[in-house]
């Protein structure tokens, strides 16, 4: 079993930045990348940015390419998400997960709420 925390939301004003941190500790030797999700009020919850465990290779939602960058430090067991040039439609609660080769969530974190004031 895996356990995810993430911490580093907050409230910030249009144009700032956050970033989130997911700490991943248990059974992660087949975990194959790890991946930030979000759930806006009144929306599903939607793919933001995925990031293989071994290699690095990264994946983001059309929204946030290039305003946003997932990294991961091994030795730390932990995912970060860098989130630039924040608008309002950037609210929402942040989720990070494991994911499997479809990119496709397993196990979920308890998710930190982010809010972009305009």
């Known amino acids: 079993q895996v356990q995810l925390v993430e911490s580093g939301g907050g409230l910030v004003q249009a144009g700032g930045s956050l970033r989130l941190s997911c700490a991943v500790s248990g059974r992660t030797f087949s975990t194959y990348a790890m991946g930030w999700f979000r759930q806006s009020p009144g929306k599903e919850r939607e793919f933001v940015a995925a990031?293989?465990?071994?290699?690095?290779?990264?994946r983001y939602a059309d929204s946030v390419r290039g305003r946003f960058t997932i990294s991961r430090d091994i030795l730390k067991n932990t995912v970060y998400l860098q989130m630039n040039s924040l608008k309002p439609e950037d609210t929402a609660i942040y989720y990070c997960?494991?994911?499997?080769?479809?990119?496709?969530?397993?196990?979920w974190g308890q998710g930190t709420q982010v809010t972009v004031s305009s």
């Open positions: 997960a494991t994911t499997g080769i479809n990119w496709a969530a397993v196990s």
């Open positions: 990031i293989t465990w071994s290699g690095g290779t990264t």
